[in-house]
T-cell receptor, first 114, second 111 residues
Framework: DSGVTQTPKHLITATGQRVTLRCSPR?????VYWYQQSLDQGLQFLIQ???????AKGNILERFSAQQFPDLHSELNLSSLELGDSALYFC?????????????FGQGTRLTVV | SQQGEEDPQALSIQEGENATMNCSYK?????LQWYRQNSGRGLVHLIL?????REKHSGRLRVTLDTSKKSSSLLITASRAADTASYFC???????????FGKGTTLSVSS
């Protein structure tokens, strides 16, 4: 158990809908990262938050947004969903900067858009 | 864009054999990390090697780093069926704030 909790584990929704994925980081970790994993694109970095502030952005679509709350949990909001958004979405956390510390991953949320 | 690229994409071996996976990256790094992912599960950190290190061991894992060639290798000795998984190398983005992963090597160990 990595200590990172993601909910829900599975989500099935229709095109055009909006969903929210939730992540609770390991106790004491200030950074939260979101990744999207699909067969064709591999593991894509979406966005990072550190202690409530956005720190880095990757290949995140404008239809996607995220935030980190004062209790350090994070939510990833996906709107106007398309079939191509079907993927595994991972949250990870670390104490500080990625560069020098390992990351702890949650078990992911499998999103299926139908 | 991908920073690290693993090679081969897929590897099939018998239990007891050694498995070697390679990773090449593009820009200078402070360190390089290797992760394992069992099918459909979250990634698990295996080892971190810093740019001033050439080799690091952890149990049956041996990682080497050649910064002049911008490459790293992960060796798993005496493989077991439980080692069946995808293996990813990861390096930090230019800002040093996020880990960028390669597409991984899928290892299959049969008994």
């Amino acid at each position: 158990d990595s200590g990172v909790t993601q909910t829900p584990k599975h989500l099935i929704t229709a095109t055009g809908q909006r969903v929210t994925l939730r992540c609770s980081p390991r106790s004491g970790d200030l950074s939260v990262y979101w990744y999207q994993q699909s067969l064709d694109q591999g593991l894509q970095f979406l966005i990072q938050y550190y202690n409530g502030e956005e720190r880095a952005k990757g290949n995140i679509l404008e239809r996607f947004s995220a935030q980190q709350f004062p209790d350090l949990h994070s939510e990833l909001n996906l709107s106007s969903l398309e079939l191509g958004d079907s993927a595994l979405y991972f949250c990870a956390s670390s104490v500080g900067s990625w560069g020098n510390t390992e990351a702890f991953f949650g078990q992911g949320t499998r999103l299926t858009v139908v | 864009s991908q920073q690290g690229e693993e090679d081969p994409q897929a590897l099939s071996i018998q239990e007891g054999e050694n498995a070697t996976m390679n990773c090449s990256y593009k820009t200078s790094i402070n360190n390089l990390q290797w992760y394992r992912q069992n099918s459909g599960r979250g990634l698990v950190h295996l080892i971190l090697i810093r740019s001033n290190e050439r080799e690091k061991h952890s149990g049956r894992l041996r990682v080497t780093l050649d910064t002049s060639k911008k490459s790293s290798s992960l060796l798993i000795t005496a493989s077991r069926a439980a080692d069946t998984a995808s293996y990813f190398c990861a390096t930090a983005n230019q800002a040093g704030t996020a880990l960028i992963f390669g597409k991984g090597t899928t290892l299959s160990v049969s008994s």
